[in-house]
């Protein structure tokens, strides 16, 4: 199969610590897609596929989890981004669909290459494998201040926290500074936005931002 992004076809990835507000944003940018009769796909990292759902449970809920060496973790996200890709994403691409995704191979880098210590460049081999060629033609980060992400992880009402939102709140001010320093590195594919700004002025900024890399 080609990996080869379709002309039309755009892959749009969210990134951000753990209570930024992406899955709020994603939905709400989807529905202003769907508006301009435009095919668009939502979907999510680990996950979006039955395989990689399995490997996110692995990830996140297992038992075990706590034992998990950072390289490991590194692999596991790596397999279920290369399910995703292969199975869905660059299917999808290649329609001339416009992919949303909730993380993205950035998110390796920050978490297992930065606040996990590996070094940068296996990390950089192995997302590069996972990948192929397909990459995000505009990533978003939604960017919020470490006390603020783990207020909302302890605000949410739903489940215990999962694995990666049990992390301390140093673990968090590394990622947070890992996505501003790759921002900065790559200022053509991203796009920094204050997550704590009201729901409706960070939709109004996303769809703003994505306006100009679909027209």
Known sequence: MSLKNHPAGKLISFEGSEGSGKSTQIAALAKHIQLLGREVLTTREPGG??????????????????????ETELFLFAAARAQLVRQVVAPALARGTLVLSDRFLDSSTVYQGIARNLASDPVQQINDFAVGNVMPDLTIVLDVPTEVSLARIRLRASDLPDRMERENAAFFAKVREGYLLLAKSLPARFHVIDGTQPEAVIEKEVWKTVQRHIA
């Open 49 to 70: 596929t039955e395989i990689g759902e399995q490997i996110r449970n692995i990830i996140v809920h297992n038992s075990r989890g706590d034992e998990m060496c950072a």
